[in-house]
């Protein structure tokens, strides 16, 4: 008998390579933390997040309030805790509806050809030419006066994070795209035509899941964009709205009180330092999948 040969896995080597990288695994370990921070925020919050004191209002860091209070005397540490949830639920959200769009945008007109093809990328490429904050203002806008008018009791929370997610997919399109061109010429999926299956089961059976290394890279370095984009909008004021809060909300609402007799600096730095760390981590994490998933560092 020959000896049993060991079936390599290209997760298990991806996953191999991801821990031989330190800074991805420095981002992972950040990450992770984060994110349980802000998922049992309601078991290890000091206070309520949005129970008022007056009397202690703007109250830097103490024993009792270890970020200060805010401007309505809530407490910072709980609110900073919170509002990660609401960062990550945005950023996860929006990414997903980036990636949805994007990838069967991106499928679909590689797959078909022609001028399909030719058709959907020009839009593409017109919609690049738009800056990112007109069309996301735009959405928003439009978005809030259909249900207006309609009476949609939709929150204002699903709005940013549709609206970001709806603008955020050009960039995976173009990418699924050529990864698409590549993948539709491999002998698998030419022997799928010629079994007789229709284009659209070769697409989303045979196609689709070769590009899970692509999404899966692509969606790391999507979340910390998504969430800088909700902070900058938040900053505007078109972002998360009251009694909801995100880092990016809660480091505006500083920036508003701040002045120059007094500089409540407590109210942007640990809001701002969250959302730093957090964005340092996924953009490590990110660095390491796609170079851990890139098929040309496999033997």
């Not at 701040?258 to 500089?263: A, E, Q, T």
């Amino acid at each position: 008998m020959s000896p049993a040969t060991t079936i390599h896995s290209p997760w298990r080597d991806a996953w191999k390579r991801l821990r031989r990288d330190r800074a991805a695994m420095v981002g992972l370990i950040v990450v992770a933390f984060m994110v349980a921070a802000s998922l049992f925020a309601p078991l290890i919050a000091p206070y309520d997040p949005n129970t008022q004191d007056l009397e202690i209002q703007l109250s830097g860091p103490s024993s009792q309030h270890l970020f200060g209070t805010d401007d309505k005397g809530r407490d910072l540490l709980s609110r900073v805790l919170h509002g990660g949830r609401v960062s990550w639920m945005v950023g996860f959200l929006a990414t997903t509806v980036s990636i949805v769009i994007g990838v069967t945008w991106g499928a679909v007109a590689a797959f078909v050809g022609g001028k399909v093809d030719n058709l959907m990328m020009r839009i593409v490429d017109v919609l690049y030419t738009i800056p990112f904050l007109f069309l996301a203002i735009l959405f928003m806008v439009v978005a809030r006066t259909m249900r207006e008018e309609a009476g949609w009791e939709i929150n204002e929370l699903y709005l940013v994070f549709i609206a970001i997610g709806a603008v955020s997919w050009l960039t995976v399109s173009r990418i699924v795209r050529g990864e698409v061109l590549s993948i539709r010429e491999r002998e698998f999926v030419q022997a799928a035509h010629a079994l007789g299956l229709s284009r659209t089961r070769v697409l989303f059976r045979h196609v689709v899941p070769n590009l899970m290394g692509v999404v899966i890279v692509y969606s790391s370095l999507t979340v910390p964009r998504v969430m800088l984009e909700e902070s900058f909008l938040s900053f505007l004021g078109l972002g998360v709205q009251p009694p909801d809060a995100s880092w990016g909300s809660l480091a505006a609402i500083g920036a508003e009180v701040i002045n120059p007799v007094h500089s409540y600096w407590w109210l942007i730095l640990f809001p701002g330092a969250a959302l730093a760390i957090t964005l340092f981590g996924l953009n490590f994490l990110g660095d390491g999948l796609r170079d851990a998933l890139d098929p040309r560092l496999r033997k």
